[in-house]
């Protein structure tokens, strides 16, 4: 009995453990952003405005949730859906602590995540064509061109974790770093993988797919009720997501003296949501064409250039 | 015989066809995408998770994004759906599909001549491996599967030479 429970318990949990960390960061978000701007922000429900969020989520299921006549209407409902997979899928192969995760240990398992990620364009591409509407297309459209490009460099900058760590898969990748976190050794990787995490999940300063000041709502121009909850969901989720690849892929995962594995990866990725969040509230939005050519011009060497020089020390060390 | 691998076979046949069927062409790709991931699966299922995954960050997850990318650049509207359905109706597909099932067969059957045992679902199988059989006993399927490649090449050029003459 044992063995079926256990691996269901964990699946379970972690689901759900994501969709709470990820409503709570909407909140987290919005009083952060109070405190930056010098604001109270959403404090009047509950203890510190805790309960924002159930009122939130309230307002968006109660409300009308349209499908606009013009649209295509199944393509319409599966996208803010792929999205969220997604990116829910790929929390499967993040190990938590040495004996929580629900397939940590799969040998590909940064592959996996990758390969969730370039799924995840889906999403925003089939809303914004879906919806019929040329500032949603826009959006998708640059979406699809963003969201490929900075895979790219995410893909290139996490090969120097994956060659001195010598495996895909992500716990052995936090194993290797019990000794140095990676963000030491790797530090240039570690960077280049923080930007193309902000222009993958698409947030502030990166967020050109909806850009509100140029293109109104962007790919979710047409989406509301629940629907659009998906999409808003899906984005916080994506950011919690990247911090926890940031946290197991350069700063060590559950590593860290005294306090139990699940607390020290819990804080990691905490500060590394409020980085995120200060990201926004610090930081204007460059242009699209900056943003593009900031990424094939700058990201794309430097990412190169770690992998050559990883490739080379660890050669050297190896011929020592 | 796996179930989950004959599950996967069918989605991926089912997601083919309706694949080629669709007249929109943004749905026609999603459908390829479903052929794609369950193909993965297959692959997966087959002890290869590498190639799995091969298999959807580049052809789902980056080359059928660029396809859907363009599509969406040149916004294909009504027009061009009416146009679709022109080439099905008549009884155009007739003759594509005879000489399209007379190519299957010959799949079919160069890929039952030569009946390798298949190994332990799990083993490593090394690229050096894959190639001799590919180009050993295999050789004819895969000289029919570059027909199929060499067809729809110039089927491409066809359509697009004929859009380019009306306007």
Known sequence: MMPIVWPILVIVVTVFGVLGVAALS????????????????PNRVGPFGLFQIIADAMKMLFKQDWIPPFADKWVFLIAP????????????????TPIWGVAGELNVGLLFVFGMLGLGVYSVVLAGWSSNNK???????????QMISYEVFMGLSVM???????????????????????????CLGAVIFLLAGIAETHRL????????????????TEYSGMKFGLFYLAEYAGVALSSALITTLYLGGWHGPFLPPFLWFAIKVFLLICFYILLRAALPRPRYDQLMSFGWKVLLPLSLLNILVTGAVILLRAGV | MNIMLELYGLIAIGATALAITRTIPVHGLLYLVVSLLALACMFE????????????????????????FVVMMINLGQPDQLREKGWF??????????????????????LNHNTMAVGTVGAVIGPKAVGLTLYGPYILTVELSSFLLLAGLVSAYHIGRRIGGNS
């Open chain 1, 81 to 96: 859906i792929i999205g969220f997979l997604a990116v829910l899928l790929s929390f499967g192969v993040v190990p938590i």
């Open chain 1, 26 to 41: 909407t909140t987290l978000e919005r009083r952060l952003l109070g405190v930056f701007q010098d604001r109270p922000g």
């Open chain 1, 160 to 186: 120097g974790v994956v060659m001195a760590a010598g495996s895909f898969s992500i716990r052995d990748i936090v194993e290797a770093q019990t000794n140095c976190w990676f963000i030491i050794p790797q």
């Open chain 2, 45 to 68: 299922q087959l002890g290869a998770p590498f190639a799995a995954m091969l298999e959807i960050i580049v052809y789902a997850g980056a080359i059928m994004v660029l396809f859907v």
């Open chain 1, 135 to 145: 500032y949603a297309l826009l959006g998708g459209m640059r979406a699809a061109a």
């Open chain 1, 205 to 220: 300063p990166f967020d050109f797919p909806e850009g509100e000041n140029e293109i109104g709502a962007g790919f979710h």
């Open chain 2, 89 to 110: 109706a008549g009884g155009a597909w007739i003759g594509p599909s005879v000489i399209s099932i007379l190519l299957m067969g010959l799949l079919v059957y160069g």
